[in-house]
T-cell receptor, first 108, second 112 residues
Framework: GQSLEQPSEVTAVEGAIVQINCTYQ??????LSWYQQHDGGAPTFLSY????GLEETGRFSSFLSRSDSYGYLLLQELQMKDSASYFC?????????FGTGTSLTVIP | DTAVSQTPKYLVTQMGNDKSIKCEQN?????MYWYKQDSKKFLKIMFS???????INETVPNRFSPKSPDKAHLNLHINSLELGDSAVYFC???????????FGSGTRLTVV
């Protein structure tokens, strides 16, 4: 299978900016998606990069470089409610894979 | 209106039993999925169905069998449950394979 690697844990201060990286081991993914999951909840879709570059949605931005097999999720003006797990996900043909997940803790 | 609903939310059962988890989506999506999330929160795809045809079947034990009576439903049946099957199982759907998933609320399965 394919692997998408993320840092396991990130801690950041309320109001700050944090970047969560995602690197994948194979080329050919059609694009990269990002999902947020709070403890006890279901993953919810945040953003999708079909092409290289930056996509902005409110406080969240996502970036993709297919030539580098790399993407990131940028969260600005962090709020306590942003404490959650974040997953990147890539699709290739009919196959779809989630990253290892990053647990983000926002502290006062 | 719940977009993707799965039942039950919690399931506690003994080893060796057979159980089913139901999933329904009212989004008109073409593809539905089952994912298993383990204690380390890793999401692993188990099955996906596109227009009632299985298009992904990852290497899961054949004790697990997906059943799709129509495009809006994808149920998961598990035979001879084992301790290692304890996890959270998520149903999801998407308008096309791999994009814009909507997840159900999950079923926490505990095998004792």
């Amino acid at each position: 299978g394919q692997s998408l690697e993320q840092p396991s844990e990130v801690t950041a201060v309320e109001g700050a900016i944090v970047q969560i990286n995602c690197t994948y081991q194979t080329s050919g993914f059609y694009g990269l998606s990002w999902y947020q999951q709070h403890d006890g909840g279901a993953p919810t879709f945040l953003s999708y990069n079909a092409l290289d570059g930056l996509e902005e949605t409110g406080r969240f931005s996502s970036f993709l470089s297919r030539s580098d097999s790399y993407g990131y999720l940028l969260l600005q003006e962090l709020q306590m409610k942003d404490s959650a797990s974040y997953f990147c996900a890539g699709s290739k043909g009919n196959q779809f894979y989630f990253g290892t997940g990053t647990s983000l803790t926002v502290i006062p | 209106d719940t977009a993707v609903s799965q039942t039950p939310k919690y399931l506690v059962t003994q080893m060796g039993n057979d159980k089913s988890i139901k999933c329904e989506q009212n989004l008109g999506h073409d593809t539905m999925y089952w994912y298993k999330q383990d204690s380390k929160k890793f999401l692993k795809i188990m099955f996906s169905y596109n227009n009632k045809e299985l298009i992904i079947n990852e290497t899961v034990p054949n004790r697990f069998s997906p059943k799709s009576p129509d495009k809006a439903h994808l149920n998961l049946h598990i035979n001879s449950l084992e301790l290692g099957d304890s996890a959270v199982y998520f149903c999801a759907s998407s308008p096309q394979t791999g994009l814009g998933y909507t997840f159900g609320s999950g079923t926490r399965l505990t095998v004792v």
